[in-house]
């Protein structure tokens, strides 16, 4: 069964800083990895999706990595704003899952950036 | 622009009466999901669809029901809310052709209360 844990749960840097938070899953038998950002008592917002072919995917000042043989993906904030302060929630896709698209979930990680 | 809305933003409802969430998506996506989302426990699937009159449980079903009657709309049911169903509900939907990237969309959420 896929396990997917995010590293660190909670993480509070001052504004400026470069920072990485961690996604790592069992199985590497997955189709893709989707990086989401949510706001308190907000819904989901996609940010990054990386297929599994794919090594990176960058938007703006976020770029996310994939190393799918070792079961890591990294997403990097560059010059962190406090308007980045929000939950990290990755999830991935797994290879033979593409018709009922169910996701398998972390727990989050909690990013707080302060002024 | 996806769009996935949801029919109410706040519900407070009572035990024991019957609640219905709609959930609306504009992007003729097969898939769609319902899960709740409390602290510490993160996100759990109850139900999702990939068809029009089509479902699966997913991982915690008890105390709901889920209609699809068009491809466009989904609805979770509360047959008699009870409190431990107060929680933030989001709904979600992907596409299924070959092909496309999978990508799953959310909705603003309902964060139901049950008194």
């Known amino acids: 069964k896929q396990e997917v844990t995010q590293i660190p749960a909670a993480l509070s840097v001052p504004e400026g800083e470069n920072l990485v938070l961690n996604c790592s899953f069992t199985d590497s038998a997955i189709y893709n990895l989707q990086w989401f950002r949510q706001d308190p008592g907000k819904g989901l917002t996609s940010l990054l999706l990386?297929?599994?072919?794919?090594r990176e995917q960058t938007s703006g000042r976020l770029n996310a990595s994939l190393d799918k043989s070792s079961g890591r993906s990294t997403l990097y904030i560059a010059a962190s704003q406090p308007g980045d302060s929000a939950t990290y929630l990755c999830?991935?896709?797994?290879?033979?899952?593409?018709?009922?698209?169910?996701?398998?979930f972390g727990q989050g990680t909690i990013l707080t950036v302060h002024p | 622009d996806v769009k996935v809305t949801q029919s109410s933003r706040y519900l407070v409802k009572r035990t024991g009466e019957k609640v219905f969430l709609e959930c609306v998506q504009d992007m003729d996506h097969e898939n769609m999901f319902w899960y709740r989302q409390d602290p510490g426990l993160g996100l759990r699937l109850i139900y999702f669809?990939?068809?029009?009159?089509?479902?699966e449980k997913g991982d915690i079903p008890e105390g709901y029901s889920v209609s699809r009657e068009k491809k466009e709309r989904f609805s979770l049911i509360l047959e008699s809310a009870s409190t431990n169903q107060t929680s933030m509900y989001l709904c979600?939907?992907?596409?299924?052709?070959?092909?496309?990237?999978?990508?799953?969309?959310f909705g603003p959420g309902t964060r139901l209360t049950v008194t």
């Open positions: 999830a991935v896709l797994p290879f033979g899952g593409t018709s009922y698209g169910k996701l398998t």
């Open positions: 990386i297929q599994s072919s794919q």
């Open positions: 669809s990939y068809d029009v009159k089509m479902k």
């Open positions: 979600a939907s992907s596409n299924a052709r070959v092909g496309s990237s999978y990508e799953q969309y």
